[in-house]
């Protein structure tokens, strides 16, 4: 016997959970599928994000960043240590308990929104009059009946070919926050935000860390400028950054793994490391989901073809996240299946691409929202720039850490502000003035007119703003 819902939610991350309760705040009857195991073999709502990203990645971070402040920076307020150890155990135990208070945080949502939870993988089987018939595959195994169907199943660490992940020694996302001991040298291909992050992790912790990056340039998405302050900061910490290789045959035996590459000038070259992370991209996660059996469209990734809408091929079938067109970010995939929620329960749900923000989570933290600069240039328009950089920034020398910048970027005739980008101390917050900034279309001359507290690291975006003017009153 069938269960019938008005709304089923096919995976239980950051998009697929976030439906599944606006949903049922709107009226619905709802149920989430999701099949994130834990070790006991239990629930791990959250997904990718939550179990194997976002944050455990933000954990090891943390731990890995207090071990680093003990180490070199301590001394500088007075502060002495003696006999500074990491227990790399406890570390990941402490990384363990974040992801789990998270995993139940999820389960707590679902029980006091009323959303019925099914433990196991949900597949389409086919259409119907009263909707579309989902299997769960699980330790209870059910057939659901939905009239509107949201798939959040999110997406996969995409490998190298003929180096498949064995979460040993060649790493995913997955593995490398699992990693039991400081290994000695550690490599990695691809300098993107995953890359970047875990590399951070394990330098400060002792790690010889070596990026392989097949572009030419550092960071391609990101802002020039910004890129090229953050990876003199990354230089100086002694994250060894190669550009523009191609990467060989990649071997691995009992002490690690060597990798074949040659560098930007053609030359031969060998990495030998203990451990290998792989961080070129994700792909959608589709495999296993029954799209055939109902017909519905997938592009040549395998990503499901969706409208601004996120509606897909079928009738009632929406689709959310990674596993869909746009970036892939835990809190882009929020806001689709918030507005899918909403648009179900015929509202006008809203998501502005235009102002998501991107954050990575190394020191110095980077991040942006809108248009970079090489885009406006590429684009013809007319711009104009301010930047002020922490140096000058009264709360930044009081923290210790004056590394980086805050870029405003504007338009030449209205002074709309086009694009925001930092690199920096608590970058991640201070981005948040910008997205709000960008959403209600203020001008820079509207943020520097604005009392922000002092002494504050946002002073910083007042100071890029009246930059923009050339005004600005500290620097």
Known sequence: MSKQFDVIVIGGGPGGYIAAIRAAQLGFNVACVDEWKNARGGPALGGTCTN???IPSKALLQSSENFDQAGHHFADHGIEIKGLAMDVAKMLGRKDAVVKQNNDG???????????????????????????EINVAGSTPDTLVGKHIIVATGSNARALPGAPFDEEMILSNDGALRVGAVPQKLGLIGSGVIGLEMGSVWRRLGSEVTVLEALPTFLGAVDEQIAREAK?????????????????????????????????????????????IVSIGRVPNTIGLGAEAVGLKLDERGAIVVDDDCKTSL????????????PMLAHKAEEEGVAVAERIAGQHGHVNFN???????????????????????????????????????GRARALGDTTGMVKFLA??????????????????????EAVVAMEFRASSEDIARICH???????????AALAVDKRTLNF
């Open 232 to 276: 003199k900061a990354f230089d100086k910490q002694g994250l060894k950054i190669e550009l523009g290789v191609k990467v060989g045959e990649i071997k691995t035996g009992k002490k690690g793994v060597s990798v074949a590459w040659t560098n930007a000038r053609g030359e031969a070259q060998l990495l030998e490391v203990d451990k290998l």
């Open 411 to 432: 338009d030449a005739a209205t002074d709309e502000i086009l694009g925001v980008h930092i690199v920096g101390p608590q970058a991640s917050e201070l981005i948040s």
């Open 315 to 326: 009738p009632n079938v929406w689709a959310v996240g990674d596993v869909v067109r746009g």
């Open 106 to 132: 999820i389960l707590y949502l679902f029980k006091k929104n009323k959303v019925t939870f099914f433990h196991g993988r949900g597949t389409f089987v086919k259409a119907s009059d009263a909707g579309y």
């Open 453 to 463: 507290a002092h002494p504050s690291l946002s002073e910083a975006t007042k100071e």
């Open 52 to 54: 194997v990203g976002c």
């Open 355 to 393: 102002t998501v923000p991107w954050v990575i989570y190394t020191s110095p933290e980077i991040a942006w929202v809108g248009q970079t600069e090489q885009q406006l240039k590429s684009a013809g328009r007319a711009y104009k720039a301010g930047t002020f950089p922490f140096l000058a920034n």
